[in-house]
């Protein structure tokens, strides 16, 4: 029998949600800052989705 694989640890918030900023796109942006190292795409479409997605998790419900 196959053995289960233990469940993902799903991404947290760093931060107490208390603190975000409150605009979405204030929230993108600080995610943004957070990392300057990484170099914008060429095509930036489809490679700043998962970042979108990720603040829009950090944030929960608006």
């Keep these: ?4 694989t233990p469940p ?11 603190l ?3 605009s979405f796109d204030e929230a993108v942006t ?10 914008p795409a060429k095509d930036n479409g489809m490679r700043d989705r ?4 990720k603040a829009k998790k950090a944030l929960g419900p608006a």
Excluded: V
Aim: hydrophobic share 35%; proline share 12%; no cysteine.
């Design 1 to 4: 029998m196959q053995k289960r």
């Design 8 to 18: 993902k640890k799903r991404i947290t918030a760093k931060r107490p949600l208390s």
């Design 20 to 22: 975000h900023p409150l």
């Design 30 to 39: 600080d995610i943004l800052k957070a990392k300057p190292e990484a170099k």
């Design 50 to 53: 998962p970042i979108r997605l």
